[in-house]
């Protein structure tokens, strides 16, 4: 399932920082801290949640330095998705943004291109690429010419590659860091067979 966590402003808007689902951990910085989680979280989509309090976790890893390996290990993971999301949001359009997010939705897909369902509803896609849902829809329909259609929640993708190029070549995210970026091959890179 999906899990949105979110933080309201003063004025009751509500932002969402991201999206949980199978294998993420939240609220692992006060494993070590002691903090208070600094978002709140609701579920988007049925969803399946493990509570373990932090103090648990926190004297079985004191005594167990693979499982203190594991949990350093998810919150950097975290950190990285942060950065990413903050690279997306200064360096690439409305366009690119949402490209790059049906690219990590699909990511599980194999082939050229296909067909999905949104994990979770259209408004919570809006906040978590800092759009409205008006602004959504219209990014929606400049993807069009990208092979992009969308029909409520059905999504189809004619081209992975193709989508990848409007996104990928403006995303200051490292090559080796992204599972879907477009990597051309390069004439010089082609294996020639020979006669």
């Given at each position: 399932?999906?899990?949105?966590?979110?933080?309201?402003?003063?004025?009751?808007?509500?932002?969402?920082?991201?999206?949980?689902?199978?294998?993420?951990?939240?609220?692992?910085?006060?494993?070590?801290?002691?903090?208070?989680?600094?978002?709140?979280?609701t579920v988007a989509e049925n969803a399946r949640v493990v509570e373990i309090p932090?103090?648990?976790?926190?004297?079985?890893?004191?005594?167990?330095?693979?499982?203190?390996?594991?949990?350093?290990?998810?919150?950097?993971?975290?950190?990285?998705?942060?950065?990413?999301?903050?690279?997306?949001?200064?360096?690439?359009?409305?366009?690119?943004?949402?490209?790059?997010?049906?690219?990590?939705?699909?990511?599980?897909?194999?082939?050229?291109?296909?067909?999905?369902?949104?994990?979770?509803?259209?408004?919570?896609?809006?906040?978590?690429?800092?759009?409205?849902?008006?602004?959504?829809?219209?990014?929606?329909?400049?993807?069009?010419?990208?092979?992009?259609?969308?029909?409520?929640?059905?999504?189809?993708?004619?081209?992975?590659?193709?989508?990848?190029?409007?996104?990928?070549?403006?995303?200051?995210?490292?090559?080796?860091?992204?599972?879907?970026?477009?990597?051309?091959?390069?004439?010089?890179?082609?294996?020639?067979?020979?006669?």
């Open positions: 399932g999906w899990i949105k966590l979110y933080n309201l402003t003063e004025d009751g808007r509500e932002i969402v920082t991201g999206m949980a689902t199978r294998g993420d951990v939240m609220g692992d910085l006060s494993i070590f801290d002691g903090s208070r989680h600094t978002f709140s979280a932090a103090v648990v976790l926190r004297e079985r890893a004191l005594g167990n330095p693979g499982l203190t390996a594991i949990i350093v290990g998810l919150i950097t993971r975290n950190l990285h998705n942060l950065r990413i999301e903050n690279a997306h949001l200064t360096s690439m359009d409305a366009p690119q943004r949402l490209s790059c997010l049906l690219l990590r939705l699909s990511a599980g897909m194999v082939g050229q291109g296909g067909t999905f369902s949104l994990p979770y509803d259209k408004s919570i896609m809006a906040a978590q690429l800092g759009l409205d849902p008006a602004t959504l829809s219209r990014t929606f329909t400049k993807l069009k010419e990208r092979g992009v259609t969308n029909k409520g929640s059905e999504i189809h993708i004619r081209d992975f590659s193709m989508l990848s190029v409007g996104c990928c070549m403006h995303c200051p995210v490292p090559k080796c860091a992204c599972s879907r970026r477009y990597n051309p091959v390069k004439a010089e890179d082609k294996i020639v067979g020979s006669s």
